[in-house]
């Protein structure tokens, strides 16, 4: 980790809780050695992991608006690079078979029935509203089978409110990823 770092103007800085700016400033700077690397070097960062990052708060650190539409551009970047990378190695059959293979996957989770295409949380425990997360997967269903209007932005920031007993928020999670992953392979 880098430490002592001159003070940063990367993004803004809140006066209320933002992303810790040492985290925020290491990882960019970890992803720009990712991104820049060659094709036989061994890179952490990827698309995955800049979707799945997590950063502590502090008073007085970056914008979490901010932080979060430049991991989105990134996400993008890296997601396109990935493609590209994966299609000369492996050619598009490959890339695209994968591709159909996952979003079978999804399809298959989603053909359940409303109300039961993810665990639910126990009865007093809070989990994501099953008719929300529903009305979300349908719309995905019909991206992914028809072609359906729906944009990787509108699953990023998908939120559902809490009930009790509602789908286990792991679970829809994951399968958001996973759309998201999709999405990204075929733009």
């Known amino acids: 980790m880098v430490h002592n770092r001159a003070v940063s103007t990367t993004f803004p800085k809140t006066r209320k809780r933002g992303y810790n700016v040492e985290q925020v400033e290491d990882?960019?700077?970890?992803?720009?050695?990712?991104?820049?690397?060659?094709?036989?070097?061994?890179?952490?960062?990827?698309?995955?992991?800049?979707?799945?990052?997590?950063?502590?708060?502090?008073?007085?650190?970056?914008?979490?608006?901010?932080?979060?539409?430049?991991?989105?551009?990134?996400?993008?970047?890296f997601a396109t690079r990935e493609r590209e990378r994966s299609r000369q190695r492996e050619g598009d059959d490959a890339w695209y078979g994968q591709a159909r293979a996952s979003a079978q996957e999804i399809l298959n989770r989603l053909a359940r029935p409303r109300g039961h295409r993810f665990d639910r949380a126990p009865f007093l425990v809070d989990g994501y509203d099953r008719r929300q997360v529903d009305a979300l997967a349908d719309r995905i269903a019909a991206y992914l089978q028809t072609g359906a209007s729906l944009s990787v932005d509108d699953v990023r920031t998908a939120a559902f409110p809490p009930r009790k007993g509602g789908y286990r928020e792991a679970q829809v999670d994951l399968l958001l990823d996973a759309v998201t992953t999709v999405m990204l392979a075929v733009r």
């Open 27 to 77: 990882f960019l700077e970890e992803a720009r050695r990712a991104y820049s690397a060659d094709l036989s070097d061994t890179v952490v960062v990827s698309a995955e992991s800049i979707r799945t990052i997590a950063f502590a708060m502090q008073k007085g650190g970056y914008s979490t608006t901010h932080v979060d539409a430049a991991l989105e551009r990134l996400e993008d970047a």
